[in-house]
């Protein structure tokens, strides 16, 4: 692969490796998305690798969208989103969650979550400062912590029968005066993990005794499996004063490129962020805010792609184990890690950069979503973690069920191999 762009500098420098994406030459490589993205494209395997739908949300929706157009909705909207979605966003929070949130002091509206998480490390993490995060984590996270000038601290979610759970002794460990925050994915990305009350509660315990700001990213909120609940950290005792939310639209109602995040919490904490967010993009996607305005008034159609997106989950997991991956069923997201270790593959991304040949399919290897060895360390030092994990692969059943049937009898041949 020669896809590089030139040397970024500074902090960007510091963020380009964190991600683990900064080449011994100065220049920085191309994400592996990117990377497996192009690889399927040449081979014409079955992208299972990049998380997005491959239908579109629905039609209501869009109609909404181009009305907001026809009537005018194109030039700036307020810094903080329009009124009508903030209020959207505070009554779907206290509809759904119980959550007392007022519109006009403590909600922002983002350029997806992946802004609103940016604008907050930026704004609340200072040199010096640590910032806690889930190990596997989901990548803009290590390279804004970089850009903050931060450093990076990781709690392991591990493999056990129960799927993949929080390494509580880590956190205890991991959490401490120099922590400024925790950022907390649930449902989790890419282990569809939906971290359970008692973990949540160790969480919130950790961040009241450090007096750290815990920052969360729920944009799976809505897709979870087989009853699982999933529960905002913000309606623990003690944790709203302390909590800031942020979710997107784009998981929720099959709208990943319209890109209109948001988050809530404290007053004085969302105005910290709103500071950074006004140099970032000030404003976030006109026609699009009264659409999803309109589309967070309605529970039945996320419950109803989550039912869908349950039996996809079956489809593809099934199809895993009878290739011979390990497989850990997940309760939430669009994501499976499968292990391929019985397959003989002891190295995920090894794998991954085979499997077009192999089986005309593509994912994308969980050691992307882990740390990258300390500077200096041999680079085939995984950490302890990456160890457990460096013989995963992520797949995506969000795709329409002929797409993964497909996938699957492909996968068949590997076992045959
Ligand atoms: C997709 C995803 C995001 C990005 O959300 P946008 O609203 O598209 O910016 C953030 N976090 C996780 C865990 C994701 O999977």
């Known amino acids: ?3 590089t762009t030139p040397s970024p500098t500074g902090r960007w420098r510091d963020a380009a490796r964190a991600a683990g994406l900064l080449r011994a030459d100065g220049t920085v490589a191309a994400t592996i ?6 690889l399927a494209t040449r081979t014409g395997a079955i992208n299972l690798g990049q998380g997005f739908p491959d239908v579109d949300g629905p039609h209501a929706i869009r109609q909404a969208a181009i009305r907001a157009i026809e009537a005018g909705h194109n030039q700036y909207p307020p810094g903080p989103g329009i009124r009508a979605l903030r ?11 119980g959550l007392d949130v007022d519109p006009d002091t403590e909600v ?13 490390i930026l704004a609340l993490a200072d040199p010096g400062d640590e910032v806690v995060t889930l190990e596997p984590f989901y990548d803009s996270y290590a390279a804004c912590i970089a850009l903050a000038g931060a450093t990076h601290v990781t709690v392991p979610l591990l493999p056990s029968p129960d799927g993949f759970r929080l390494d509580v002794e880590a956190l205890r460990t991991a959490v401490g005066p120099r922590t400024r925050l925790i950022v907390v994915n649930s449902p989790h990305n890419p282990t569809g993990t939906v971290l359970t009350p008692t973990e949540l509660a160790e969480i919130a315990a950790a961040a009241r005794a450090s007096g750290a700001v815990v920052v969360t990213d729920e944009v799976y909120e809505h897709l979870t499996f087989d009853g699982a609940r999933h529960v905002p950290i913000a309606t623990l005792p003690g944790m709203a004063e302390r909590t800031l939310t942020i979710s997107s639209a784009g998981k929720t109602f099959s709208f990943t490129g319209w890109k209109v995040g948001w988050l809530h919490g404290p007053a004085e904490l969302v ?13 976030s996607g006109a026609p699009f805010q009264p659409a999803i305005a309109e589309a967070l008034g309605d ?9 869908s997106l349950a039996t996809r989950r079956d489809l593809l997991c099934e199809g895993l184990v009878a290739a011979g991956f390990d497989v850990v069923v997940p309760q939430g997201t669009y994501f499976v890690v499968a292990d391929g270790t019985p397959l003989g593959f002891d190295d995920g991304a090894e794998l991954c950069r085979r499997l077009p040949d192999l089986a005309g399919v593509v994912g994308v290897p969980v050691s992307a979503f882990c740390r990258t060895p300390a500077p200096g360390a041999s680079p085939d030092a995984p950490s302890d973690l990456a160890a457990h994990l460096v013989a995963g692969v992520r797949f995506t059943f969000v795709k329409r069920e002929d797409v993964l049937r497909d996938a699957v009898g492909r996968l068949a041949s590997l076992r045959r191999a």
């Open 1 to 3: 692969m020669t896809m």
């Open 33 to 38: 998305f990117a990377e497996m993205t192009a």
């Open 87 to 97: 209020q959207a966003i505070a009554d779907h929070q206290h509809r759904r969650y």
């Open 108 to 120: 922002l509206v983002s350029t997806g979550a992946t802004e609103a998480l940016a604008a907050t």
């Open 271 to 283: 105005t910290a962020v709103r500071t950074v967010k006004q140099f970032l993009t000030y404003s």
């Open 299 to 307: 529970d039945v159609g996320p419950r109803a792609l989550a039912d």
